[in-house]
């Protein structure tokens, strides 16, 4: 059996709101068997991102830089070009666009696609947004509906329903800087919404063809993307996720947010019946100060109560959405929070549909992959299987193609790759049941437009 390595090599920077994590990975094939083959990962910790959106763009620059010396380092890379992931205030419209064809006795071709595609790119958008994504849902050939790909058909008139997502342009100008300014002079291949390269790593075809919500939970955000028919059909960005988490019990517990976050990824439980009553996390108090004792009870009991806001959230935006009865894939969640024992349950109790976890899989085994295959280096992974797989394979760019990307060679191996206790918490009003509140009480089927 013969396997082969591709000499392509694909670098994925995810910048999130508490991590920068770059991964680099190329291809390993084996007859009709393809493996992703892990060459480095770096990852630094990050203030820069607040909510998805960079707003310190030195402090941002750091952590790449951070990140990327240790890929390059692992790897023996020398590094010029990424894909970058980002996420943060995004609007997604559905929007119709046509095209009348220059040759209408000859077959719809691509280059037809394309100029369709193109028209969408430079459509006027609300001011302070830029276009980031225009990705087709279905596909109108003259008085023809619902054509799924209209590559090799007849027709005058092309037409397709849209999904135009759409980024406030000071925070995509941000993630643009921060790439420019880094010490490498890094190049921005692709820029995907986080939630598309998550899909990459994470959902099986089945799954996008039956209709699956993913739902990455990370750092600052919630991203959720619905596919039905191997189509992407909605999706939507929320500002609460795993650092929403970590305040909750940085408050409830009367702890400091390091040491919050340490209870969170350590002894997370989403199911305050699977902890025991007395069982407790002595926390170091400030200088001078006694240890304070935590009941890890009372962490399950903030973690269960943020979960079931969220995962109602997600049920509300799912539901408005109109695909509630069309995922026979289920839920998919994926993100560093979906690592929290207990959180399939959860989702599962909310929603009422098959829930799991995502875990990177396709990977060449090695020391490496063992690290990333982990739900929170989905998005990172996700943007490697970007230079490889396509976000939609009836288009050929899902970047604006007006955005000129200076063409250099992807990265190559510049050498062979060789004691008291706390008091049990008082549930606080919360911004998400609040905002949830408004969601449930306006018309699930009339809006169009999403913002975040």
């Known amino acids: 059996m013969t396997t082969m390595r591709d000499d392509m090599i694909v670098v994925g920077l995810d910048i999130g709101s508490s991590k920068v994590c770059a991964v680099a990975g190329r291809l390993i094939r084996n007859k009709d068997h393809i493996t992703l083959e892990v060459l480095g990962v770096g990852r630094a910790l990050s203030d820069g991102v607040t909510k998805g959106s960079v707003v310190n763009i030195n402090r941002t620059v750091d952590a790449i830089n951070r990140a990327i010396d240790e890929v390059a380092t692992q790897s023996d890379l020398d590094i010029e070009i990424v894909n970058v992931g980002f996420s943060g205030q995004i609007t997604a419209k559905r929007q119709n666009g046509s095209i009348t064809r220059s040759s209408p006795g000859d077959e719809v071709t691509s280059l037809d696609i394309d100029q369709l595609l193109g028209d969408m790119y430079r459509s006027p958008t609300l001011a302070g947004t830029e276009i980031v994504h225009v990705l087709p849902m279905d596909f109108i050939v003259d008085n023809e509906s619902g054509v799924e790909d209209p590559v090799g058909r007849n027709g005058v008139k092309l037409a397709a329903d849209f999904q135009v997502i759409t980024a406030q342009t000071s925070a995509a100008v941000n993630t643009r800087k921060c790439i420019e300014r880094t010490k490498n002079h890094l190049i921005r291949e ?146 560093g929070t979906a690592s929290v024992h207990g959180i399939e349950h959860i989702f599962r109790r909310v929603t009422d549909v098959d829930i799991r976890v995502g875990y990177p899989d396709q990977l060449e085994h090695n020391l490496r992959a063992d690290l990333v295959s982990d739900p929170a280096y989905a998005t990172a992974l996700g943007l490697v299987w970007a230079g490889f797989k396509s976000i939609d394979e009836r288009i050929s760019f899902i970047s604006d193609p007006g955005r000129p990307v200076e063409p250099l060679p992807l990265p190559r191996p510049v050498a062979p790759v060789n004691p008291r206790t706390d008091k049990e918490p008082e549930k606080k009003a919360s911004g998400i049941m609040d905002w949830l509140r408004k969601m449930t009480n306006s018309d699930f089927g009339e809006k169009e437009t999403d913002h975040y």
């Open 190 to 335: 692709k820029l995907v919404l986080s939630p598309l390269a998550s899909a990459l790593a994470v959902l099986t075809d089945a799954e996008r063809e039956a209709g699956v919500a993913l739902v990455d939970i990370g750092g600052g955000t919630t991203d959720l993307a619905i596919y039905h028919r191997n189509v992407l059909r909605h999706v939507s960005v929320f500002p609460w996720a795993g650092n929403s988490l970590t305040k909750d019990i940085e408050l409830g517990c009367k702890i400091l947010p390091q040491q919050a976050e340490l209870l969170k990824t350590k002894f997370g439980n989403a199911d305050p019946n699977n902890v025991r009553l007395n069982e407790v996390v002595s926390v170091p108090g400030l200088p001078g100060r006694l240890p304070k004792d935590v009941l890890l009870k009372n962490v399950a009991i903030i973690i269960e109560e943020r979960l079931k806001e969220l995962a109602a959230l997600v049920q509300a935006e799912i539901i408005r959405s109109g695909y509630k009865d069309k995922l026979l894939g289920g839920i998919v969640l994926t993100g």
